[in-house]
């Protein structure tokens, strides 16, 4: 049987700390991406950039550039036919220039550990030779408190930029997902959902819960060994407001749908892959901040 060498199913999650000065997006972001279509393990690296750029509406000297970098450790493997497991080590490498300097913050983040259940799956032979398949995911995660959060939410003279340049959220947060998958021949779709629910950390703060759904199109090309899978997509994400001790802060919340076209290689084992999004709408600190570009990309090995 023909073996796809990646399927373009978004089901899992990397949790990057994306964050604006001012408009509350820090906190461990979701992100969908691609997974190897591995047999029993795989093992990678990513590497996810986002710009954004903020002004402020009553003072415009006041002003930032942001520029985050993440190197992702990645792996999973399968329990069965039915179950898998995957982790998330991620080391931010972050670039920031305002009006007060430049700062570069940089260290390991939240460690994520995903599991997603095939709870149904189809595959059969049409009329003009065709294969339909069809997939349902679903599954749940946690991540850990493993990144720094050091800063005193009772001190008046903090900002929302203060806690959105943590590298970690100092909460346990729990993740929901699910995934729609559907291939005729050569042509797919995938169709997903997620949540993330964040919890109140040691200093009273928690991040706003968040929704992220995707909808990506591809088309399947390959030659012996060496797939090559084209797609397209949009993206949609929406962030509630930050709370502290309960009361919402001013300036957090979000929305944004983005435009997202990628490429995947694979040859036998080795898997490559990048994509880009670019802001289709937005809605970050009552549009004070812009996210300028996304983009993201990895390397893995199955085994």
């Given amino acids: 049987m023909k073996k796809n060498i990646l399927i373009l199913i978004c089901i899992f999650i990397s949790f990057n700390n994306f964050a604006c000065p001012i408009c509350g997006c820090g906190g461990g972001n979701l992100y969908m991406g691609l997974m190897p279509d591995f047999k029993s393990k795989f093992l990678g690296f ?3 950039y986002a710009g954004y750029h903020t002004q402020l509406a009553d003072d415009p000297t006041q002003f930032s550039t942001n520029h985050y970098n993440i190197v992702e450790l990645w792996g ?3 329990i069965n036919k039915k179950l898998r497991l995957m982790a998330f ?3 931010y490498i972050n670039r920031q ?3 007060d300097g430049i700062a570069n913050p940089h260290g390991f983040g939240d460690i994520t550990i995903m599991a997603q259940y095939n709870v149904w799956g189809s595959s059969k032979l049409l009329k003009n030779n065709k294969v339909l398949k069809q ?3 679903l599954g749940g995660g946690i991540k850990l408190p493993t990144g720094c959060f050091k ?4 001190d008046s003279n903090t900002t929302v930029a203060d806690i959105n ?3 970690g959220t100092g909460s346990t947060d729990f993740i929901l997902n699910g995934l729609y998958s559907l291939q005729v021949g050569k042509i797919g779709a995938n169709i997903s959902a997620n949540y993330k629910l964040n919890t109140v950390n040691s200093d009273n703060y928690k991040y706003g819960n968040k929704f992220t759904g995707n909808v990506i199109t591809f088309y399947q090309l390959n030659k012996k060994h060496l797939y090559i899978i084209p797609n397209l997509g949009i993206g949609y994400e929406t962030t509630h407001f930050n709370e502290l001790q309960k009361a919402t802060v001013a300036f957090t919340g979000s929305r944004l749908l983005t435009y997202i076209a990628g490429v995947e290689l694979s040859y036998k084992s080795v898997g490559f892959g990048i994509n880009a999004q670019l802001p289709a709408s ?3 600190a009552e549009g004070q901040t812009d996210m300028r570009f996304k983009a993201m990309a990895h390397i893995s090995y199955s085994f």
């Fill in 46 to 48: 990513r590497y996810h």
């Fill in 76 to 78: 999973g493997f399968n």
């Fill in 89 to 91: 080590v991620p080391y």
């Fill in 97 to 99: 220039i305002d009006d």
């Fill in 135 to 137: 997939q349902l995911w």
């Fill in 151 to 154: 800063v005193n939410t009772a």
């Fill in 165 to 167: 340049a943590q590298l």
């Fill in 282 to 284: 937005q809605d970050f």
